[in-house]
């Protein structure tokens, strides 16, 4: 057990990571067995005047951004340092999913299925969630090894996913312009003369 945690420590770390914010939802939540289970938000207000649900759609809204952000963040980090680790990028997706999963359905949850065909920000988060999907489940070694090339191409709709978040938060005028920042530094640090000039920087 301790030489699988010691191997896998990153996806150990990522997963940790992940979890913890997940208090914040469960803490919000009450949960009856009483009469078969039950499950309702406890009656809060948070800043502004923001009820329990606002607050938990806007805390996963925020973490499925982050965590989508770290995850393009890599490749530079790997052209920056020379340091990779491709689990642990797979850790970092199945977080994103998660997080955003669980966002959009706080939104159904708060203002029902069709509010999402109402507004392009909301459609263009629906459709993010829709690709994630597949991502999600073929976030193993199970299906990269079954999938072989068809695997890079089909996580290359990540791209599309984060294109589509951007303009989510963006026509929802939500704090957006530092996750472009680090965005367009790491796709900068993609082009390959670009890349080329600062890895061999390290050699």
Known sequence: M???????????????L???????IFGNLNIDFANGL???????????GRSTLDMLYHISGEFAIRWMVAVLTLTPFYILFGVTNLFVRQAMGI?????????????????GFMETFTQV???????AVLILIPLLF?????????????????????????GLSMLHIVLL???WIPYAVVLAIGFVLRVPSIRQRVESRWK
């Open 138 to 162: 073929t976030s193993n070694r199970k299906s990269m090894t079954a999938m072989l090339s068809k695997w890079k191409v089909l996580h290359r709709f990540t791209y599309l996913v984060v």
């Open 173 to 175: 005028e939500k704090t």
């Open 121 to 127: 920000n909301y459609i263009a988060g629906f459709i």
């Open 18 to 24: 992940a979890a913890l914010p997940l208090m914040a």
């Open 38 to 48: 039950q499950i309702s938000l406890k009656k809060a207000t948070g800043r502004g």
């Open 95 to 111: 977080a994103t999913a998660i997080w955003s999963i669980l966002h959009f359905a706080l939104f159904i949850w708060g203002a």
């Open 2 to 16: 301790w030489e699988s945690i010691k191997k896998n420590y990153g996806w150990v770390i990522v997963a940790i």
